[in-house]
């Protein structure tokens, strides 16, 4: 799938997914061999990582052990504290847990404490997928509200959504941050094509005033761990040119520009 282009991935998933299978497989005697006490899976999108119901699968096959199963289902910034702290606990180191969110915590309300003096919020379309287009949710509106923005189309705390491109117009987003599940920023702008190839995509607020940036979407926003704050502080270089400057340009985003 690596190799094929944004639209042909999901087709692909979508044909799995139809057909219900599951987009990967758990090698059980591998697991067996390696004896982990602790594994950790999700239940937020059983396309990004292995599905709960696989590990169990799996676990139900071993002969060696029976490990404990830490499954993860964030949708909130509130669910990813939760999730560290049940990493932490299970592998039996509860206090550093807590500093770590402690930690992270504090370093988002002292960006959130810094944006709130700017009067100006812009508004913002963030891209999960480009083709089909999907507008980015879960976690990611509350990171663009702590960067001093307004979240367009995404509903925090929902799973993704698809829309069309009439509909992004629709809304006239200030700026737009495109960030593919997965892709790091060279392999966003080869799929940019699907968007700057529609009659509506010039007409955009964010295209005319140049205010279009590509992320690496693999690396932070979609990661439901600690870099998430790394993922605010780029919203907010973003979001406010010259008043944040964290150095993630050129590492965690781009400015787009037409070819």
């Keep these: 799938m690596t190799k094929s282009s944004s639209a042909e991935i999901d087709d692909q998933v979508r044909t799995i997914v139809k057909d219900g299978l599951s987009v990967y497989k758990v090698d059980s005697i591998l697991l067996d061999e390696i004896s982990p006490s602790v594994i950790i899976t999700q239940t937020q999108c059983d396309v990004c990582a292995v599905s709960l119901s696989d590990v169990e699968k799996a676990v139900c096959e071993l002969v060696s052990l029976a490990p ?60 999960e997928w480009t083709d089909p287009l999907m507008i980015a949710a879960n976690w990611v509106p509350e990171l663009v509200d702590c960067a001093g923005g307004v979240s367009l189309l995404g509903k925090s705390g929902n799973h993704s959504e698809y829309l069309s491109l009439d509909e992004l117009a629709a809304s006239a987003p200030e700026v737009i941050a495109v960030m593919p599940c997965g892709f790091d920023i060279d392999r966003s702008l080869r799929e940019m094509k699907s968007l700057t190839s529609s009659p509506q995509w010039n007409n955009l607020p964010a295209v005319r005033n140049g205010r279009v940036y590509v992320t690496d979407g693999n690396q932070y926003f979609n990661r439901p761990g600690p870099r998430v704050v790394e993922s605010a502080e780029i919203f907010s270089e973003c979001l406010h040119p010259g008043c944040f400057d964290f150095g993630h340009r050129g590492t965690g985003w781009i400015p787009w520009r037409p070819d």
């Design 68 to 127: 404990a199963i830490v499954s993860l289902a964030p949708m909130s910034l509130s669910d990813i504290w939760t999730d560290i702290q049940s990493i932490a606990d299970a592998l039996g180191d509860s206090d550093s847990g807590r500093e770590l969110v402690s930690s992270l915590q504090s370093r988002l309300e002292s960006l959130r404490t810094r944006t709130q003096e700017i009067p100006h919020r812009p508004t913002i379309a963030c891209i």
